[in-house]
């Protein structure tokens, strides 16, 4: 498979929903046989962190247009729509 | 099975059936809870309050029965730990993803986090508690701490 890629997780204080996101989406990626590389930061940091990162995964509304894919999703945190979540996911690094 | 979780709940910052009025009311009746017990400085219940109106932190779980996780940042942390609320009747959060939505919320923990890699279970547990209708609706009918040590124990 191609170069591993990085996925930025974003919450409100960078270290709560995106560490609990964070880990979900890299055990559920790994079950599908792909590997991310993971990193965190908060909502108001992403603008500034985002230039090497593929995806951004966000517990809140992040900024319009900041030149990478977003998917703002809280399935990983209510279990509401995880496959769903995680196809998206999937699919916007296979991009 | 979630033994960090309730490690990290303190019996003495366990509230319920709180009647309470507003969000900014059950958080500082937690917030209060964790700084009697040493658990955080005395800016915390501000701070959380603060970063609710900013960035919210209700859960929706499609239902009336909603869970909110309201923190802020580690410098107003000294240990972590975890506050638990039930609430008598529900109060409205804002959407963690839609400010604009309001939530009924019946559940509420107020986490006091200061290192994320060492605090990873308790929140993983935390979600897989939310994640659990059943749970949710037996916290919500808890009467006491036993209750609830036996529920998420």
Do not use: W
């Not at chain 1, 960078?14 to 991310?36: F, M, N, P, Q, Y």
């Not at chain 2, 099975?1 to 009025?21: R, S």
């Not at chain 2, 935390?126 to 609830?148: F, M, N, R, W, Y």
């Amino acid at each position: 498979m191609a170069k591993q890629k990085t996925v930025l997780f974003a919450c409100g204080t960078g270290i709560a929903t995106s560490t609990v996101v964070a880990h979900a989406v890299e055990d559920a990626l790994k079950e599908r046989g792909i590997r991310i590389n993971t990193r965190q930061c908060k909502a108001t940091e992403v603008a500034g962190q985002i230039d090497d990162v593929d995806l951004v995964v966000s517990t809140t509304q992040l900024p319009k247009d900041l030149g990478k894919p977003v998917i703002t999703t809280l399935a990983f945190l209510t279990g509401i729509g995880k496959a769903d979540a995680l196809d998206k996911i999937e699919a916007a690094l296979r991009d | 099975m979630a033994e960090a979780l309730l490690n990290a709940l303190d019996p003495g910052a366990i509230v319920l059936g709180v009647k309470a009025a507003s969000d900014h009311d059950v958080i500082r009746i937690l917030a209060n809870r964790l700084q009697e017990l040493g658990y955080v400085k005395p800016s915390f219940a501000d701070a959380v309050i603060a970063r609710e109106a900013a960035l919210p932190t209700g859960l929706p779980l499609g239902g009336d029965n909603n869970v909110a996780v309201p923190h802020t940042d580690p410098e107003h942390v000294l240990k972590p730990g975890l506050a638990l609320a039930t609430l008598a009747e529900p109060v409205m959060f804002s959407n963690m993803e839609d400010a604009d939505e309001k939530l009924p919320v019946s559940v509420v923990f107020v986490m006091a986090l200061n290192d994320k890699d060492k605090q990873v279970e308790m929140l993983q547990e935390i979600a897989g508690t939310i994640q659990s209708p059943a749970i949710i609706a037996s916290l919500i009918a808890a009467k006491s701490i036993e209750d609830v040590s036996r529920l998420l124990g």
